[in-house]
């Protein structure tokens, strides 16, 4: 009998031991196994915004090359633009224009820089040098500015020599449109006689240096844009041998 008792204590000690180690186990296993999902929402929530801003960092990376090539595309227009034209610019180009293309230059008017766009680019310092002499011509400046001048001259050309003079004016480096031509032919000749406006642009405040027009090739005096002053210089030499 004692020892059916001693028997029946063992057992229940023993449930009562495989109890609270079962207990003890969920308890434990439950506060592991909360930890243990905590620790992975964190861990996720960790990748998610590394993403993010590795998504953050290519787009910072595409916006910053999309900015330098816009920079690149503005400095190309920057540079496209002379700082200043001069008239004597303006004369230089129309001779280069008459010796490249079958033209005549008939009238000749060369119009003063007007402005016509104020940017809201910042202004950089500029030196506009004539002829050697240093001048701050436009110390005042705050923004680069657009101007204008216009050319205005009566020709005489072929059909051909049409087609050239747009295609050169169309093709010339420097920014430079027509603003306006009209043309009438003439029967006598088969030339063609017109009148024609062209507009040249420049840029001021780039900070780029401008240089006098050189003249390479043209004996003051003694030739221009119309091929007469030769002409008339050699007649009067001869007028004065005979006297």
């Known amino acids: 009998m004692k020892k059916q008792k001693g028997k029946q204590i063992k057992f229940i000690v023993s449930l009562i ?4 180690f079962v207990i003890s ?5 439950e506060r592991y196994a909360d930890r243990t999902t905590d620790a992975y929402n964190e861990i996720e929530f960790i990748r998610r915004q590394m993403r993010d801003r590795e998504e ?3 787009q910072e990376e595409e916006v910053l ?3 330098e090539e816009v920079k690149e595309q503005k400095q190309e227009i920057i540079d496209s633009y002379p700082v200043h034209i001069a008239k004597e610019d303006n004369f230089m180009f129309v001779e280069k224009l008459r010796e490249n293309l079958n033209i005549s230059i008939m009238s000749l008017d ?3 820089n007007t402005s016509f766009y104020k940017t809201i680019l910042p202004a950089v310092e500029e030196d506009i040098k004539h002829d050697g002499n240093q001048e701050d011509t436009d110390t005042q400046l705050t923004t680069m500015n657009g101007v204008v001048n216009t050319i205005s001259m009566s ?6 020599g049409l087609k050239e003079l747009s295609e050169y004016i169309r093709n010339y480096p420097e920014p430079t449109v027509i603003d306006n031509v009209s043309i009438s032919y003439d029967s006598s000749t088969g030339a063609l006689a017109g009148n024609l406006i062209l507009k040249r642009f420049a840029l001021t405040g780039t900070g780029k240096e401008y240089k006098g027009t050189y003249i390479d090739g043209i004996d003051i005096g003694t030739d221009n844009i119309f091929g007469t002053a030769g002409r008339q210089t050699e007649n009067n030499d001869e007028i004065n041998e005979q006297d």
């Open 110 to 112: 060369i119009s003063d």
């Open 25 to 29: 186990y969920f308890i434990i296993y």
């Open 56 to 58: 953050m960092l290519i």
């Open 155 to 160: 020709f005489l050309t072929s059909y051909e």
């Open 17 to 20: 031991s495989v109890g609270i």
């Open 65 to 67: 090359i999309s900015l």
